[in-house]
């Protein structure tokens, strides 16, 4: 066996060893980084598309459906048919229902309604 060469003066083992696992420990250190990233940016991606499938779609009724019959709380009925709204007015309250049907994933209830404001309707139906 041929030995080693010598070390220049002043270098050893030691001294040249750490560069290098200075050099092995940045590209481990960018390499975790890059992988962290993706797998975000995958993450991210995933939950919007699940996000995307989840949402309630609702759509109008075709004309040819049947007409539905829909119940307030107050106890007053209101008979809509197919593709088509309704309002009424009734003592002191103005009903309005839109025949809808659910066609996505998730259950397609309505999120709640509100008042714009204290209102006034006329004996003849008329906002006055």
Partial sequence: MVPAPPAPAGLDSVTIAS??????????????????????????????SLLARAQPLRLQLRPSDPAEKIGFADGHWAQV???????????????????LHNVGPDAGGPRGGASLGPSRVSRDGRPG
């Avoid at 590209?27 to 991606?45: G, K």
């Fill in 81 to 99: 048919t197919g593709g088509r709204a309704s309002a009424e007015v009734g003592d002191g309250a103005l009903y309005l229902s839109v025949p």
């Fill in 19 to 48: 560069p290098a696992t200075a050099a092995r420990t940045l590209v481990l250190a960018l390499a975790t980084f890059s992988s962290v990233r993706s797998a975000n940016r995958t993450a991210r991606a995933g939950e919007r």
